[in-house]
């Protein structure tokens, strides 16, 4: 007998009309599907056959279904939980042969931004539009994107938990390729200007990633930092009651750092729990603010840094530099999301390449998106490893030096070798 198929049923945030089906697997490699009519393809004939499902879509291992109104959602999930099963038990092609497959790799920055104003119009903007909001996608780059909020949202105090807890887990659930969500809106201009309450942001800093921490919510007792419960809990998915729980039974984890370098005189906490973590930066002067928990690194991100390095040395110069998207196919990496894997790899090498004093390996590796000059993600390490251009040089020059330095180094140990 085979293994029951793992599903997780969600109510996304915000969206009362939707369910969303979280799969072990991915429904069909290299496939999407989005519509309201069933056609031939298995999957979509079944679910739609079921009576309150009116549209779907699928996306890797995700499948949301739209319900017709009046339908009772938690009455669809054992009905759309018991046919994903049964469909995928029986084929192979569950969205048919001739569903759209991605290009090999991912989707491109333009194919990205296509699939997350879907998300956003399909899913998103028509609860938010009961609050007077909006978002919209504004630039993607090299798997960046920047959403602005408008309306009620710009400048409300609960834009952040908007964002963050409900429409960016919409997004990265449909359109794995997301490497970052960043919110580019001015809310100090809006009706409720949250963020002019607080301390400015460091320079080139945005309100999503740089959130400001209210007062109170962190505090300092006899040399240890507290973070208060009611403001933690949600941030992890849990309710305060649960989260004491969890730190007790050791399920939950914290940890403190002290900054070096550049970062001098800055502490950072961060808590995990499960697949989710939060984490504050505190300032000297005890302003706090929240910012990207660092990613815990696996066997298997070490194994692909590895990877990375003999492929890039085993180049020869004229096929340097070469692109994130090729670097991917090299390694046989198609699947969606392969060059957001390539790409925090790259980024994790750095620190390796500034601890031994090395050129930055990820020097060689460049974006077509962006003039063939390394994504964003590379210059910002780079100035957070202390190692990024000079005070008024020119990043493009600064990176050409750098990428010089990476093939005399590397390429050389293999011609030695």
């Given at each position: 007998m085979s293994e029951r198929l793992k599903i997780r049923a969600e109510r996304p945030a915000g969206d009362p009309d939707t369910l969303r089906f979280v799969l072990e697997r991915e429904v069909q490699p290299g496939a999407e599907f989005s519509g309201a009519e069933p056609g031939a393809a298995p999957l979509p004939r079944a679910l739609l056959a079921i009576e309150g499902v009116r549209a779907l879509h699928v996306a890797g291992r995700v499948v949301t279904v739209t319900r017709t109104p009046g339908t009772d959602r938690e009455a669809l999930?054992?009905?759309?939980?018991?046919?994903?099963?049964?469909?995928?038990?029986?084929?192979?092609?569950?969205?048919?042969?001739?569903?759209?497959?991605?290009?090999?790799?991912?989707?491109?920055?333009?194919?990205?931004?296509?699939?997350?104003?879907?998300?956003?119009?399909?899913?998103?903007?028509?609860?938010?539009?009961?609050?007077?909001?909006?978002?919209?996608?504004?630039?993607?780059?090299?798997?960046?994107?920047?959403?602005?909020?408008?309306?009620?949202?710009?400048?409300?105090?609960?834009?952040?938990?908007?964002?963050?807890?409900?429409?960016?887990?919409?997004?990265?659930?449909?359109v794995p390729e997301v490497r970052e969500i960043v919110d580019v809106t001015d809310h100090s201009a809006g009706t409720n200007p949250y963020y002019a309450q607080a301390p400015a942001a460091p320079e080139g800093a945005t309100p999503l990633l740089h959130r400001p921490v209210p007062p109170g919510a962190i505090t300092e007792e006899q040399g240890r930092f507290m973070v208060a419960?009611?403001?933690?809990?949600?941030?992890?998915?849990?309710?305060?009651?649960?989260?004491?729980?969890?730190?007790?039974?050791?399920?939950?984890?914290?940890?403190?750092?002290?900054?070096?370098?550049?970062?001098?005189?800055?502490?950072?906490?961060?808590?995990?729990?499960?697949?989710?973590?939060?984490?504050?930066?505190?300032?000297?002067?005890?302003?706090?603010?929240?910012?990207?928990?660092?990613?815990?690194?696996?066997?298997?991100?070490a194994a692909l840094r590895q990877k990375?390095?003999?492929?890039?040395?085993?180049?020869?110069?004229?096929?340097?530099?070469?692109?994130?998207?090729?670097?991917?196919?090299?390694?046989?990496?198609?699947?969606?999301?392969?060059?957001?894997?390539?790409?925090?790899?790259?980024?994790?090498?750095?620190?390796?390449?500034?601890a031994a004093g090395r050129p930055?390996?990820?020097?060689?590796?460049?974006?077509?998106?962006?003039?063939?000059?390394?994504?964003?993600?590379?210059?910002?390490?780079?100035?957070?490893?202390?190692r990024g251009p000079a005070a008024g040089e020119d990043e493009a020059a600064w990176w050409a030096r750098e990428m010089a330095a990476a093939r005399d180094t590397y390429l050389a140990r293999v011609d030695a070798g």
């Open positions: 999930k054992a009905p759309v939980a018991a046919a994903i099963r049964a469909v995928l038990a029986e084929t192979d092609a569950p969205l048919g042969d001739g569903a759209a497959a991605p290009a090999p790799g991912a989707r491109d920055d333009a194919g990205v931004r296509e699939a997350v104003q879907h998300v956003l119009d399909a899913q998103a903007n028509p609860s938010i539009a009961a609050h007077g909001g909006h978002v919209a996608v504004v630039d993607v780059q090299d798997g960046v994107v920047s959403l602005r909020m408008s309306g009620g949202c710009q400048g409300c105090a609960a834009s952040a938990a908007t964002l963050r807890q409900g429409v960016e887990q919409m997004i990265r659930m449909a419960p009611d403001y933690l809990a949600p941030k992890l998915g849990l309710t305060a009651d649960a989260l004491r729980e969890a730190l007790r039974a050791g399920d939950a984890a914290a940890t403190v750092e002290e900054g070096q370098g550049p970062d001098a005189g800055m502490t950072r906490i961060t808590v995990r729990h499960g697949e989710r973590a939060w984490a504050a930066e505190i300032a000297p002067d005890g302003a706090a603010r929240e910012v990207p928990p660092p990613r815990r690194a696996t066997d298997d991100e990375i390095r003999a492929q890039l040395a085993g180049l020869a110069p004229g096929e340097l530099p070469i692109t994130y998207g090729a670097l991917a196919r090299s390694l046989g990496m198609y699947m969606p999301g392969a060059v957001r894997r390539v790409t925090r790899a790259l980024e994790a090498t750095m620190a390796e390449d500034a930055f390996l990820a020097a060689l590796v460049v974006s077509r998106m962006r003039g063939r000059t390394p994504g964003q993600g590379f210059f910002d390490e780079a100035a957070r490893l202390g």
